[in-house]
């Protein structure tokens, strides 16, 4: 079935570590996105990518990066930097360029502050 | 991309048809309605999506007034499964930058 996965499903930093969030696709899309929430919040956008090699900060940003090498895979690091970083992360992707096509999610991870 | 405003809690007998309504009363001749449903501790699922016709998939119905200033999700059925946070999102693209979800309706089915 063709879906995204993250992982892993639970993550625990400890205070000035980085870690880093996968996220694989094999839907064949091309945009891939990264957004955070808060409990009792909306998702806040962190970073996006429109294509391979390119990817645009989000409004939250700050502590965050990433890399796109690769169609399928958009890895997300919490840096040390981020410090505020325990939260729900959500990746999603979908078609970009294609007017009303829907933006697929995966399962989220979950990252807690030891 | 146009405010939407939605109840923030609803209830449905299980079996009952589950109406969510939708107020976008500030949208563009561009702009679509997009339905996402979000179960708790899981990953908001994309429902359906419309522009002006009323739509129909597997899963639900969107019914768009005619002047668009409003909208209502059907789940014909409803299912104890079905309780989330549901989320009404107009957006001239569906795929570019970002969704801008609101706080939603949550829905419980009763049994």
């Known amino acids: 079935d063709g879906g995204i996965t993250q992982s892993p499903k639970y993550l625990f930093r400890k205070e000035g570590q980085n870690v880093t969030l996968s996220c694989e696709q094999n839907?064949?899309?091309?945009?891939m996105y990264w957004y955070r929430q808060d409990p009792g919040q909306g998702l806040r956008l962190i970073y996006y990518s429109q294509i391979v090699n390119d990817f645009q900060k989000g409004d939250i940003a700050e502590g965050y990066s990433v890399s796109r090498e690769k169609k399928e895979s958009f890895p997300l690091t919490v840096t040390s930097a981020q410090k505020n970083p325990t939260a729900f992360y959500l990746c999603?992707?979908?078609?970009?360029?294609?007017?009303?096509?829907?933006?697929?999610f995966g399962d989220g991870t979950r990252l807690s502050i030891l | 991309d146009a405010k939407t405003t939605q109840p923030p809690s609803m209830d449905c007998a299980e079996g009952r048809a589950a109406n969510l309504p939708c107020n976008h009363s500030?949208?563009?001749?561009?702009?679509?309605v997009y339905w996402y449903r979000q179960i708790h501790s899981q990953g908001p699922q994309y429902i359906i999506h419309g522009l002006k016709n009323n739509e129909t998939n597997e899963m639900a119905s969107l019914i768009i007034t005619e002047d668009r200033k409003s909208s209502t999700l059907i789940l014909p059925h409803a299912t104890l499964r079905d309780t989330a946070v549901y989320y009404c999102?107009?957006?001239?693209?569906?795929?570019?930058?970002?969704?801008?979800f609101g706080s939603g309706t949550q829905l419980t089915v009763l049994p």
């Open positions: 500030t949208i563009s001749g561009n702009e679509y």
């Open positions: 999603a992707s979908s078609i970009p360029g294609r007017g009303n096509q829907p933006q697929h």
């Open positions: 999102i107009v957006k001239t693209d569906g795929s570019a930058r970002q969704l801008t």
């Open positions: 839907l064949n899309h091309d945009a």
